[in-house]
């Protein structure tokens, strides 16, 4: 099946939809049951989409978990109530006391802070890697390394990262390949091709789609997805089938949306490459984002998220560009329909493993799907009030 047939299909089989097209929002806490024989087939089968107690789940979710392992790949898909929480219980459900992962210098900030708190304070050990590492990351391999963290592009400055080669030196060492894999949705980077052993992703971002409910996914391979379910599950992760069935909305239109992003953020990051204001283009599909040969032999498209850095620029002159836009919103997030945008003046802040080359500021772009013409007059009246503080 073709990926446009699966965001149509994915989890719609008839035990979940009995008939109707979409699978509907199915409400429980208490399952009950008629017989003792009903009620020990439902405890003996309780891990495998089978109604046992809210808390293991629904049709809802069920439906859910198998339309992102169709889209995706693995064997399951672990649900949780947010992106982050899909990441530290997929770290935790592989971790003990002793150990030492390897996280990307690029990673989400929440993730960072995960590991300098509460990583460190159950005495798992952390150490951060340059994303452009490659094969090399063998070098900072250590007996006791359970986990190598990856999130490719990274996080605001948008690191494309070799997964095939790390994940390959990661499995002779017999260390766990996770990925943040919120950027590609799960669409266009297939991660269990490349040798990822569980993929996270923020379904927050375009899964959802709407920028209106929180979720999270965790999908391993055969060999982990029993531990993960299981783990997750002990830790209490459970989620609203009421946000899952908007999720599972999402996925009926996450192809044409995607493409659609991904026309428009390119248009727009070729205007401002043709402009002064702007120095260096962060955006995977350009020559000047790091590890752009990469995206090009593994990924299959893009999206609407990608970063650029300024010619010149300071706190005052950031914040008359921001303030006073119409289309781009200033907001934490992205993969909604919408525009959003955010200036960091200081990414060196995050990145320990690595030096950020640029002491101008960055700023990232969403590109929702407003007409493209409407954004660009937008962002030139931004760099306006740019010049003029600058200029004054
Ligand atoms: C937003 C985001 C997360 C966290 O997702 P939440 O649902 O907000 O907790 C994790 N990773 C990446 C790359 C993100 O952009």
Redesign the pocket.
Known sequence: MKKETKFVNAGRQSKWTRGVVNPPVERASTVVFDSVKQMKHATVNRGNQVLFYGRRGTSTSFAFSDAMTELEGGAGCAIYP????A?TNAILSFVKTGDHILMVDTA?E??RDFCDKILKNIGVETTYYDPLIGADIESLIQKNTSVIFL?SPG?ITMEVQDVPAIAKVAHQHNCIVML?N??SAGVNFQPFDFGVDISIQ?A??YIVGHSDV???TAIATEEHWEQLRENSYLMGQCTSPDDLYLAMRGIRTLGVRLKQHQDNALKVANWLATRDEVDVILHPAFESCPGHEVFKRDFTGGNGLFSFVLTRGNQASVNALLDGMHHFKMGY??GGFESLILANTNVGRLRTATQWPYEQPLIRLHIGLENVDDLIDDLSQGFARLNAVLDA
């Open positions: 947010s992106g982050t929480a990441i989400y929440p993730t999130e996080s943040d919120t950027w923020a927050t971002k929180m979720l999270g997030s992205w």
